[in-house]
Nanobody, 120 residues
Framework: VQLQASGGGLVQAGGSLRLSCVARRSITSTFNSNLMGWYRQAPGKGRDLVAGITSRGITNYADSVIGRFTISRDNARKTVYLQMNNLKPEDTAVYYC????????????WGQGTKVTVSS
């Protein structure tokens, strides 16, 4: 499976970005059976889950992004999206997506991610 994330860039604080991530060559049943999540890794820090979504559309978010980020998915396109509004400098990170189990275990190798830089 190749995870291809896109949509990152440089934006001013308060701005918005929409990230996309397609799971190329994934088996549809695998994509649909587990959760899909967006993770981020800021410089010098670990990779954290910021938003997750079940195959039926139930979502969960890290406290720091509640009310600002919205995750969605298109199972037919094997794609997950992250709408990010009211961005803050602390959102600056490389964003990745992955498929994961309820215990947090990720299913696939990490892709290159997409870099988001928020200027103050």
């Amino acid at each position: 499976v190749q995870l291809q994330a896109s949509g990152g860039g440089l934006v001013q604080a308060g701005g918005s970005l929409r990230l996309s991530c397609v799971a190329r060559r994934s088996i549809t049943s695998t994509f649909n059976s587990n959760l899909m999540g967006w993770y981020r890794q800021a410089p010098g820090k670990g990779r954290d889950l910021v938003a997750g979504i079940t195959s039926r559309g139930i979502t969960n978010y890290a406290d720091s992004v509640i009310g600002r980020f919205t995750i969605s998915r298109d199972n037919a396109r094997k794609t997950v999206y992250l709408q990010m509004n009211n961005l803050k400098p602390e959102d600056t990170a490389v964003y990745y997506c992955n498929n994961y189990s309820p215990d947090g275990t990720t299913a696939w190798n990490w892709g290159q991610g997409t870099k988001v830089t928020v200027s103050s």
